[in-house]
């Protein structure tokens, strides 16, 4: 391996920690998010079970559970960011840093490029949906 595809692995290192990051808080947030909401359903639950039943609280409820099936499906995007991107971190490192065999590191690096740019396209996905559903959502 050449300088360049050296200095790539390297920033790759970093590029990979930094979506790691990313992806960790976000799932953090959006997880809580679902507690929350969890919560708020069960005292819904609770309502109508006490015979507080209308046409307000089935819309709370079914709405509570649509945004509940819409972060749970959030966070399992950001699960496979999550493993994706710390295994692209420990196959670079390993790679870069302890392979010893040009052809193998040749290898690996082709196809750590082609799984990161995969990688860079469904987070790109991933985005656009969650920015359509967000106008979708507040359209007023």
Do not use: C
Not at 86 to 114: A, D, E, P, V
């Amino acid at each position: 391996m050449n300088n360049s595809q050296i200095n790539i692995l390297n920033d790759f290192l970093n590029l990979y920690l930094v979506i790691f990051g990313i992806a960790i808080t976000l799932f953090t947030v959006i997880y809580s998010f679902i507690v929350n909401k969890k919560e708020e359903l069960l005292k819904i639950l609770d309502s109508i079970n006490q015979g507080n039943n209308s046409p307000l609280t089935d819309q709370k409820r079914y709405f509570t559970i649509l945004q509940i099936k819409r972060y749970k499906a959030i966070n399992k995007h950001l699960i496979a960011i999550t493993i994706l991107s710390i295994s692209l971190y420990i196959t670079s490192f390993i790679t870069n840093r302890i392979l010893s065999s040009y052809k193998i590191k040749l290898i690996l690096f082709y196809g750590i490029s082609i799984i990161t740019i995969i990688l860079f396209i469904y987070i790109l996905i991933i985005i656009a949906k969650v920015i359509f559903n967000y106008k979708k959502n507040t359209k007023i």
